[in-house]
């Protein structure tokens, strides 16, 4: 059974509260527009000092196996049930940006996102969306071509595409650094449970893109991050108003070179990585791709910032096969 | 080079010389048309490539930072490596997906900078430099984890095509990368004086 309040119940305490805090003058500008919604970080369920780790070949195998593997890397963390509860709203955030197969790990194994679906569904969840807004457009090809649309239907899950700006709404990110505002698809902010569900690849800008990174994907003009001063601060600063409940990592095959588009150099690592804290489970996954933690500009500044732990020595990893 | 990429290399030569011909027809566009119609329009159409349909509302430009339309964040790479634009499209064939990307870049060195750059991203032993290029062009193919990649190029301009799909088809990734950068570099081209009687 899912711990504390729902995610959705305590978005819309904190917007209450917010209101109040902004009536108050503690919340800073509220950036483009005044109509942004102020939030807080919202309360994690799960223990955040312990990761899982699950290593097991699931590419081109069927979709018992790799829900079987998932439940095996959730079963430390409590099993799915930790996460969510019966009645709630469970968004899984793939990355589905570009128009490339499975094959060239470009995008999330389709295979996971299922199983994913498939052990949310088992907890007695109101509904399952799978979410994201593509790079590539047309946004139905990509995803397509990507495996998304069968991942749905498969999982017995709703796919939404993001690509309506009118479905997004101004949120304030009150500990911004550089970015303080932002436009999050309404589907996201609805969600009682936020599951991250990247590949982990390299990144022609950032070095690496994993879960933090991900959740750019959940914004309607990624073009402000890019012009900012740093893409890598506006990635720490968003993780501060909107971490994901869950971040499970798809390592099974690993982009290494060309990223984020591809296609490159692959490697097949076999590998699922999943945790509550972000930043432990960015910093544990940059290893995948043979990268210091710290290398990572926003992992090691969302560690600065109190997102998380990217001091693995202080985190309790558990293997499973 | 295998027979079959070799058969396709000389189909595609032959195909290259007729449409070098029928695009220097093109060429009195050239005069004021802006990069962004270049781009797009040096794109081969779908009836181009046989068996290809190009897809509707793939057509993508951008310049600068407008190249994370395309790439995303890693648009860097290519505008600090001297890439001043870029045009895209996807075409569609059974069940195989392809992207032709066409660059436009500050120089010709340039072009060549980058093209060793995308390169040297593909596993030593899957890359192949192209043969059978018109003199002053450069290009190479690699097929790597479920795709075939070919880069082409020649003056300021550098296309890539990426096929992905079932059968991997690098002879026709070299014949799309190819034309694009063939029709980009006719449409640069000044119209021709046709001499007439009275010019003497």
């Known amino acids: ?321 | 080079m295998t027979p079959m990429a070799k058969g396709g290399c000389r189909v595609l030569t032959g195909r290259i010389v007729a449409w070098v011909l029928s695009a220097a027809l093109l060429s009195s566009l050239a005069a004021g048309e802006s990069l962004e119609k270049r781009l797009i329009g040096a794109l081969p159409q779908g009836k181009e490539i046989a068996g290809w349909t190009a897809l509707p509302h793939s057509d993508v430009y951008g310049e600068g930072e407008g190249l994370t339309k395309i790439y995303d964040g890693g648009y860097k790479q290519y505008v600090d490596n001297g890439a001043q634009a870029a045009a895209r499209r996807v075409y569609l064939k059974g069940g195989m997906t392809a992207e032709v990307v066409l660059h436009y870049m500050v120089s010709a060195a340039a072009a060549n900078k980058l093209a060793r750059i995308k390169r040297a991203e593909y596993s030593p032993g899957k890359v192949k430099a192209l043969k059978d290029l018109p003199r002053g062009w450069s290009g190479f193919r690699a097929q790597e984890s479920g795709s075939a990649t070919c880069c082409v190029w020649s003056g300021k301009y550098l296309a890539a095509a990426v096929i992905a799909g079932r059968q991997l088809q690098a002879a026709a990734a070299a014949l799309m990368a190819r034309k694009a950068v063939s029709k980009a570099l006719a449409a640069e081209k000044p119209p021709r004086k046709v001499k007439t009687r009275k010019d003497g």
Not at chain 1, 116 to 121: G, Q
Not at chain 1, 282 to 294: I, K, M, Q, T
């Open chain 1, 1 to 321: 059974m899912a711990k504390g309040i729902s995610r959705r119940e305590f978005l819309i305490l904190a917007g209450q509260a917010g209101a109040l805090l902004a009536g108050a003058g503690v919340v800073r500008s509220l950036g483009q527009s005044s109509k942004a919604t102020a939030v807080v970080p919202r309360q994690r369920l799960g223990n955040p000092e312990l990761l899982a780790v699950a290593h097991g070949d699931i590419l081109g195998k069927s979709e018992r196996e790799a829900e079987a593997l998932l439940r095996a890397c959730l079963e430390p963390l409590g099993g799915i049930k930790t996460f969510v509860a019966p009645g709630s709203k469970v968004v899984i955030k793939p990355n589905v940006a570009f128009m490339r197969t499975p094959e060239q790990a470009s995008s999330t194994n389709p295979l996971l996102v299922t199983a994913m679906a498939t052990l949310c569904l088992q907890a007695g969840p109101r509904e399952v969306v799978i979410f994201d807004h593509t790079i590539d457009t047309p946004a139905d090809v990509c995803l397509s071509m990507t495996g998304m649309v069968e991942a749905a239907r498969k999982g017995k899950a709703q796919l939404v595409s993001g690509h309506e700006q009118s479905a997004y709404q101004q949120v304030s990110i009150p500990r911004g650094r550089v970015l303080t505002s932002a436009e999050v698809h309404r589907v996201v902010l609805g969600a009682d449970v936020l599951i991250n569900m990247p590949i982990a690849k390299v990144h022609g800008a950032t070095g690496a893109t994993l879960g933090m990174k991900n959740l750019m994907g959940v914004v309607w003009n990624r073009g402000v991050w890019h012009s900012s001063s740093s893409l890598d601060q506006c990635i720490a600063d968003f993780s501060t108003a909107y971490p994901a409940t869950l971040t499970v990592i798809d390592g099974q095959r690993v982009l290494l070179t060309n990223g984020p588009k591809g296609p490159g150099r692959t490697e097949d690592k076999h590998a699922v990585v999943a945790g509550v804290d972000p930043v432990a489970v960015d910093a544990y996954s940059a290893g995948l791709l043979g990268f210091a933690p710290e290398r990572v500009a926003h992992i090691a500044d969302a560690a600065r910032m109190g997102v998380g732990q990217m001091d693995l020595r202080k985190v309790r990893v558990v293997k499973v096969s």
